[in-house]
Protein backbone atom coordinates (compact mmCIF):
# COMPACT_ATOMS: atom_id res chain seq x y z
CA UNK A 1 0.00 0.00 0.00
CA UNK A 2 2.60 2.36 0.65
CA UNK A 3 4.51 1.89 -2.71
CA UNK A 4 1.15 3.04 -4.25
CA UNK A 5 0.39 5.63 -2.07
CA UNK A 6 4.15 6.83 -3.02
CA UNK A 7 3.39 6.57 -6.93
CA UNK A 8 -0.34 8.41 -6.17
CA UNK A 9 1.95 11.04 -4.39
CA UNK A 10 4.38 11.48 -7.27
CA UNK A 11 1.73 11.22 -10.45
CA UNK A 12 -0.30 13.74 -7.88
CA UNK A 13 3.25 16.26 -7.16
CA UNK A 14 4.17 15.86 -11.14
CA UNK A 15 0.62 16.95 -12.20
CA UNK A 16 0.61 19.72 -10.26
CA UNK A 17 4.34 20.87 -10.86
CA UNK A 18 3.19 20.67 -14.75
CA UNK A 19 -0.23 22.80 -13.76
CA UNK A 20 2.17 25.68 -12.25
CA UNK A 21 4.45 25.83 -14.84
CA UNK A 22 1.41 25.78 -17.45
CA UNK A 23 0.42 28.65 -15.88
CA UNK A 24 3.48 30.75 -15.67
CA UNK A 25 3.85 30.18 -19.33
CA UNK A 26 0.36 31.55 -19.89
CA UNK A 27 1.33 34.44 -17.18
CA UNK A 28 4.62 35.13 -19.13
CA UNK A 29 3.42 35.69 -22.21
CA UNK A 30 0.28 37.77 -21.19
CA UNK A 31 2.82 40.07 -19.60
CA UNK A 32 4.98 40.60 -22.45
CA UNK A 33 2.46 41.17 -24.79
CA UNK A 34 0.96 43.59 -22.52
CA UNK A 35 4.52 45.21 -22.98
CA UNK A 36 4.61 44.99 -26.80
CA UNK A 37 1.42 46.82 -26.68
CA UNK A 38 2.69 48.96 -23.98
CA UNK A 39 5.70 50.16 -26.26
CA UNK A 40 2.77 50.52 -29.50
CA UNK A 41 0.63 52.94 -27.29
CA UNK A 42 3.68 54.48 -26.31
CA UNK A 43 4.62 55.56 -29.95
CA UNK A 44 0.46 56.43 -30.69
CA UNK A 45 0.42 58.90 -27.61
CA UNK A 46 4.32 60.85 -28.43
CA UNK A 47 2.53 60.75 -32.21
CA UNK A 48 -0.36 62.24 -30.86
CA UNK A 49 1.72 64.58 -28.31
CA UNK A 50 3.38 66.33 -30.99
CA UNK A 51 0.40 66.80 -33.99
CA UNK A 52 -1.82 68.41 -31.38
CA UNK A 53 1.11 70.36 -30.23
CA UNK A 54 1.64 71.41 -33.74
CA UNK A 55 -1.84 72.05 -34.40
CA UNK A 56 -2.15 74.24 -31.02
CA UNK A 57 1.02 76.48 -32.21
CA UNK A 58 0.03 77.11 -36.09
CA UNK A 59 -3.72 77.44 -35.57
CA UNK A 60 -4.07 79.37 -31.94
CA UNK A 61 -0.56 80.81 -31.36
CA UNK A 62 -0.30 82.09 -35.16
CA UNK A 63 -3.49 82.50 -35.81
CA UNK A 64 -3.29 80.89 -39.49
CA UNK A 65 -5.64 78.15 -41.02
CA UNK A 66 -6.36 74.13 -41.37
CA UNK A 67 -4.18 74.56 -45.09
CA UNK A 68 -0.72 76.55 -43.02
CA UNK A 69 -0.97 73.53 -40.94
CA UNK A 70 -1.06 70.96 -43.43
CA UNK A 71 1.59 72.75 -45.22
CA UNK A 72 4.03 72.52 -42.43
CA UNK A 73 3.43 69.03 -41.31
CA UNK A 74 4.20 68.65 -44.96
CA UNK A 75 7.51 70.70 -44.85
CA UNK A 76 8.75 69.72 -41.94
CA UNK A 77 7.86 65.62 -42.37
CA UNK A 78 11.44 64.46 -41.54
CA UNK A 79 11.83 67.23 -38.08
CA UNK A 80 8.66 66.24 -37.04
CA UNK A 81 8.63 61.95 -37.53
CA UNK A 82 12.20 62.63 -35.75
CA UNK A 83 10.66 64.48 -32.34
CA UNK A 84 8.08 61.92 -32.49
CA UNK A 85 10.64 58.87 -32.41
CA UNK A 86 12.55 60.81 -29.58
CA UNK A 87 10.18 61.80 -27.59
CA UNK A 88 8.60 57.68 -27.81
CA UNK A 89 12.09 56.65 -26.79
CA UNK A 90 12.73 58.88 -23.87
CA UNK A 91 9.31 58.07 -22.58
CA UNK A 92 9.82 54.33 -23.23
CA UNK A 93 13.30 54.41 -21.33
CA UNK A 94 11.16 55.88 -18.72
CA UNK A 95 9.13 53.44 -17.56
CA UNK A 96 11.17 49.88 -19.14
CA UNK A 97 13.89 51.21 -17.16
CA UNK A 98 11.25 51.36 -14.16
CA UNK A 99 10.57 47.93 -14.53
CA UNK A 100 13.55 46.80 -15.53
CA UNK A 101 15.10 47.83 -12.21
CA UNK A 102 12.65 46.58 -10.27
CA UNK A 103 12.40 42.68 -11.83
CA UNK A 104 13.26 40.63 -8.94
CA UNK A 105 14.78 37.59 -10.64
CA UNK A 106 18.43 39.93 -11.39
CA UNK A 107 21.39 38.92 -10.27
CA UNK A 108 22.60 41.79 -7.54
CA UNK A 109 25.15 43.09 -7.10
CA UNK A 110 26.38 42.60 -10.53
CA UNK A 111 29.77 42.22 -11.43
CA UNK A 112 30.50 43.95 -14.66
CA UNK A 113 34.22 43.55 -14.85
CA UNK A 114 33.80 39.54 -15.13
CA UNK A 115 30.96 40.37 -17.55
CA UNK A 116 32.91 42.16 -19.66
CA UNK A 117 36.01 39.90 -19.29
CA UNK A 118 37.93 38.02 -22.05
CA UNK A 119 38.00 40.76 -24.70
CA UNK A 120 33.75 41.12 -24.80
CA UNK A 121 33.91 44.45 -25.70
CA UNK A 122 35.83 43.91 -28.51
CA UNK A 123 33.85 41.20 -29.94
CA UNK A 124 30.82 42.95 -29.29
CA UNK A 125 31.75 45.91 -31.17
CA UNK A 126 33.38 44.10 -34.06
CA UNK A 127 29.91 41.85 -34.25
CA UNK A 128 27.33 44.94 -34.71
CA UNK A 129 30.20 46.46 -37.34
CA UNK A 130 30.30 43.10 -39.20
CA UNK A 131 26.59 42.43 -38.89
CA UNK A 132 25.60 45.62 -39.70
CA UNK A 133 27.16 45.29 -42.85
CA UNK A 134 26.34 41.58 -44.06
CA UNK A 135 22.57 42.21 -43.09
CA UNK A 136 23.00 44.99 -45.09
CA UNK A 137 23.91 43.10 -48.26
CA UNK A 138 21.46 40.48 -47.29
CA UNK A 139 18.39 43.39 -47.65
CA UNK A 140 20.30 44.19 -50.63
CA UNK A 141 19.93 40.45 -51.98
CA UNK A 142 16.42 40.19 -51.00
CA UNK A 143 15.70 43.53 -52.75
CA UNK A 144 16.26 41.79 -56.11
CA UNK A 145 14.05 38.95 -55.54
CA UNK A 146 11.13 41.43 -53.79
CA UNK A 147 11.58 44.71 -54.71
CA UNK A 148 7.42 45.32 -53.97
CA UNK A 149 8.36 44.72 -50.20
CA UNK A 150 11.69 46.62 -50.78
CA UNK A 151 10.37 49.78 -51.42
CA UNK A 152 8.48 50.12 -48.55
CA UNK A 153 11.46 49.16 -46.29
CA UNK A 154 13.56 52.17 -48.38
CA UNK A 155 11.18 54.74 -47.46
CA UNK A 156 11.09 54.18 -43.68
CA UNK A 157 14.97 54.06 -44.02
CA UNK A 158 14.69 57.49 -45.98
CA UNK A 159 12.15 58.67 -43.11
CA UNK A 160 15.11 57.79 -40.68
CA UNK A 161 18.10 59.67 -42.69
CA UNK A 162 20.39 62.46 -41.73
CA UNK A 163 19.58 64.20 -44.84
CA UNK A 164 15.47 64.82 -43.80
CA UNK A 165 16.78 65.84 -40.51
CA UNK A 166 19.64 65.59 -37.99
CA UNK A 167 17.37 64.53 -35.25
CA UNK A 168 18.12 61.11 -36.86
CA UNK A 169 21.47 61.05 -35.42
CA UNK A 170 20.82 60.99 -31.68
CA UNK A 171 17.79 58.89 -32.18
CA UNK A 172 19.46 56.35 -34.31
CA UNK A 173 22.49 55.96 -32.68
CA UNK A 174 21.73 56.38 -28.88
CA UNK A 175 18.10 56.81 -27.83
CA UNK A 176 16.02 54.08 -30.44
CA UNK A 177 18.54 51.66 -29.43
CA UNK A 178 18.35 52.22 -25.63
CA UNK A 179 14.67 52.17 -25.51
CA UNK A 180 14.32 49.29 -28.04
CA UNK A 181 16.91 46.99 -25.72
CA UNK A 182 14.96 48.05 -22.56
CA UNK A 183 11.40 46.91 -24.11
CA UNK A 184 12.96 43.89 -25.70
CA UNK A 185 16.13 41.91 -24.27
CA UNK A 186 15.10 43.72 -20.81
CA UNK A 187 11.26 43.94 -19.57
CA UNK A 188 10.22 41.24 -22.02
CA UNK A 189 12.61 39.18 -21.83
CA UNK A 190 12.69 39.16 -18.21
CA UNK A 191 9.31 37.88 -18.30
CA UNK A 192 9.54 35.00 -20.35
CA UNK A 193 13.22 33.96 -18.62
CA UNK A 194 11.01 32.39 -15.62
CA UNK A 195 8.84 30.10 -17.59
CA UNK A 196 10.64 29.33 -20.82
CA UNK A 197 14.18 27.93 -22.26
CA UNK A 198 16.79 30.57 -23.32
CA UNK A 199 16.21 29.85 -27.12
CA UNK A 200 12.70 29.79 -27.34
CA UNK A 201 13.05 33.07 -25.06
CA UNK A 202 15.33 34.51 -27.22
CA UNK A 203 13.08 33.48 -30.52
CA UNK A 204 10.02 34.93 -28.86
CA UNK A 205 11.72 38.13 -28.35
CA UNK A 206 13.32 38.54 -31.41
CA UNK A 207 10.10 37.44 -33.24
CA UNK A 208 8.18 40.18 -31.17
CA UNK A 209 11.14 42.67 -31.79
CA UNK A 210 10.91 42.12 -35.92
CA UNK A 211 6.87 42.39 -35.48
CA UNK A 212 7.13 45.88 -33.99
CA UNK A 213 9.11 47.65 -37.30
CA UNK A 214 5.77 46.72 -38.73
CA UNK A 215 7.50 45.93 -42.25
CA UNK A 216 8.54 42.87 -43.72
CA UNK A 217 11.80 43.41 -44.55
CA UNK A 218 13.05 45.28 -41.61
CA UNK A 219 11.09 42.81 -39.65
CA UNK A 220 13.11 39.74 -40.68
CA UNK A 221 16.44 42.26 -40.56
CA UNK A 222 15.39 42.95 -36.78
CA UNK A 223 14.40 39.14 -36.08
CA UNK A 224 18.14 38.30 -37.16
CA UNK A 225 19.63 41.27 -35.27
CA UNK A 226 17.39 40.48 -32.03
CA UNK A 227 18.47 37.21 -31.74
CA UNK A 228 22.16 38.33 -31.63
CA UNK A 229 21.57 40.98 -29.62
CA UNK A 230 20.00 38.12 -26.94
CA UNK A 231 22.74 36.10 -27.44
CA UNK A 232 25.05 38.55 -26.19
CA UNK A 233 22.86 39.56 -22.81
CA UNK A 234 22.79 35.53 -22.25
CA UNK A 235 26.29 35.60 -22.21
CA UNK A 236 27.14 38.69 -20.53
CA UNK A 237 24.31 38.62 -18.43
CA UNK A 238 23.80 42.41 -18.65
CA UNK A 239 21.90 44.69 -20.96
CA UNK A 240 24.87 46.86 -21.09
CA UNK A 241 25.87 44.75 -23.68
CA UNK A 242 23.28 44.75 -26.45
CA UNK A 243 23.12 48.39 -25.93
CA UNK A 244 26.35 48.98 -26.73
CA UNK A 245 25.97 45.93 -29.81
CA UNK A 246 22.51 47.83 -30.64
CA UNK A 247 24.97 51.53 -30.75
CA UNK A 248 27.31 50.54 -32.99
CA UNK A 249 25.35 48.61 -35.47
CA UNK A 250 22.88 51.62 -35.49
CA UNK A 251 26.14 53.70 -36.08
CA UNK A 252 27.77 51.75 -39.02
CA UNK A 253 24.73 52.18 -40.78
CA UNK A 254 24.51 55.89 -40.30
CA UNK A 255 28.04 56.08 -41.36
CA UNK A 256 27.59 53.90 -43.99
CA UNK A 257 24.49 55.53 -45.77
CA UNK A 258 26.67 58.63 -45.14
CA UNK A 259 29.47 57.47 -46.74
CA UNK A 260 28.03 56.04 -49.92
CA UNK A 261 25.79 59.45 -50.32
CA UNK A 262 28.88 61.63 -50.21
CA UNK A 263 31.58 59.71 -51.11
CA UNK A 264 30.19 57.16 -53.67
CA UNK A 265 32.95 56.72 -56.06
CA UNK A 266 35.21 55.84 -52.90
CA UNK A 267 33.06 53.53 -51.68
CA UNK A 268 32.42 51.50 -54.84
CA UNK A 269 36.37 50.75 -54.68
CA UNK A 270 36.56 50.10 -51.30
CA UNK A 271 33.14 48.38 -51.19
CA UNK A 272 34.56 44.89 -51.75
CA UNK A 273 37.21 45.40 -48.68
CA UNK A 274 34.73 46.29 -46.45
CA UNK A 275 32.29 43.73 -46.86
CA UNK A 276 35.15 41.09 -47.12
CA UNK A 277 36.03 42.74 -43.53
CA UNK A 278 32.78 43.15 -42.42
CA UNK A 279 32.33 39.53 -42.87
CA UNK A 280 35.31 38.45 -41.06
CA UNK A 281 33.97 40.96 -37.60
CA UNK A 282 30.79 39.08 -37.93
CA UNK A 283 32.13 35.59 -38.17
CA UNK A 284 34.85 36.33 -35.49
CA UNK A 285 32.31 37.97 -33.36
CA UNK A 286 29.48 35.26 -33.71
CA UNK A 287 31.79 32.45 -33.00
CA UNK A 288 32.94 34.25 -30.02
CA UNK A 289 29.89 34.15 -28.39
CA UNK A 290 28.65 30.88 -29.49
CA UNK A 291 31.60 29.83 -27.71
CA UNK A 292 31.27 31.41 -24.77
CA UNK A 293 27.16 30.76 -24.27
CA UNK A 294 28.45 26.67 -24.57
CA UNK A 295 31.37 27.28 -22.28
CA UNK A 296 29.03 29.27 -19.74
CA UNK A 297 26.28 26.14 -20.33
CA UNK A 298 28.73 23.70 -19.51
CA UNK A 299 30.13 25.00 -16.43
CA UNK A 300 26.18 25.50 -14.97
CA UNK A 301 25.80 21.78 -15.90
CA UNK A 302 28.96 21.19 -13.78
CA UNK A 303 27.85 23.29 -10.83
CA UNK A 304 24.60 21.73 -10.52
CA UNK A 305 25.91 18.06 -10.45
CA UNK A 306 28.87 19.12 -8.02
CA UNK A 307 25.58 20.26 -5.97
CA UNK A 308 23.41 16.96 -6.59
CA UNK A 309 26.94 14.93 -5.55
CA UNK A 310 27.24 17.13 -2.36
CA UNK A 311 23.33 16.95 -1.11
CA UNK A 312 23.67 12.95 -2.03
CA UNK A 313 26.74 12.96 0.09
CA UNK A 314 24.80 14.81 3.24
Known amino acids: MSGKKSDIEQKITGESAALLLKKLRVSAMLHSLLVFLGAFITQFAASMLCMIAAGCYVLFVQGQDRAALQKLLLQSAG ?6 SLIYAVAAIVWCGILYRRWEWRERPFNYKKAFERGRIFFII ?6 CIVLTVAVGI ?18 LSVERSMLAVPYVALLGPVAEELIFRGVISDRLKPAFPFWLVNVIQAALFGIFHMNVIQGAYA ?9 VVKVTGTLF ?16 SAFVTHVGK ?10 FV ?17 RNEKSAIGRDSGE ?7
Request: glycine share 8%; charged share 10%; net charge negative.
Open 79 to 84: DLSMVI
Open 126 to 131: ILGFGA
Open 142 to 159: VAQIFPAAFENYQKLMDS
Open 223 to 231: FVLGLLLGL
Open 241 to 256: SSMILHIVFNTTSLLL
Open 266 to 275: LYDILSGVIL
Open 278 to 294: ALLCFLAGYLYFTHEYK
Open 308 to 314: EKGNMIK
